[in-house]
């Protein structure tokens, strides 16, 4: 399976983008899917994730109430729909697969197959 990250951008503090994450190959609605995002000297964190079929979606405590993670399993594609957008959330943001094991992580090395990464800016 690949993974293909986009929707990034440039976004004032208090505003809304979405991201999206296209499968293609695999079984996407097999795997549970993961958000991480890395800013710069930081490490790569966990933002949120979601199991195969939507039933159990996880965030971390920094975006809880703000972000939520669709999922389209008909197009293979999972999102990442941020709202409240505050400068703290800059970074860049990679979706990753689960595809070896369904169980809930949010360990980044329990992924096996990542996106590239989109840039998201927020501005004070």
């Known amino acids: 399976v690949q993974l293909q990250a986009s929707g990034g951008g440039l976004v004032e503090a208090g505003g809304s983008l979405r991201l999206s994450c296209a499968a293609s190959?695999?079984?996407?609605?097999?795997?549970?899917m993961g958000w991480f995002r890395q800013a710069p000297g930081k490490e790569r964190e966990f933002v949120g994730s979601?199991?195969?079929?939507?039933?159990?979606?996880d965030y971390a405590d920094s975006v809880l109430g703000r972000f939520t993670i669709p999922r389209d399993n008909a197009k293979n594609t999972v999102y990442l729909q941020m709202n409240s957008l505050k400068p703290e959330d800059t970074a860049v943001y990679y979706c990753?697969?689960?595809?070896?094991?369904?169980?809930?992580?949010?360990?980044?090395?329990?992924?096996?197959?990542w996106g590239q990464g989109t840039q998201v800016t927020v501005s004070s």
């Open positions: 990753a697969a689960r595809t070896l094991s369904a169980v809930y992580s949010r360990l980044a090395d329990r992924y096996d197959v």
């Open positions: 190959g695999g079984t996407f609605s097999r795997y549970r």
């Open positions: 979601i199991s195969f079929g939507g039933g159990s979606i």
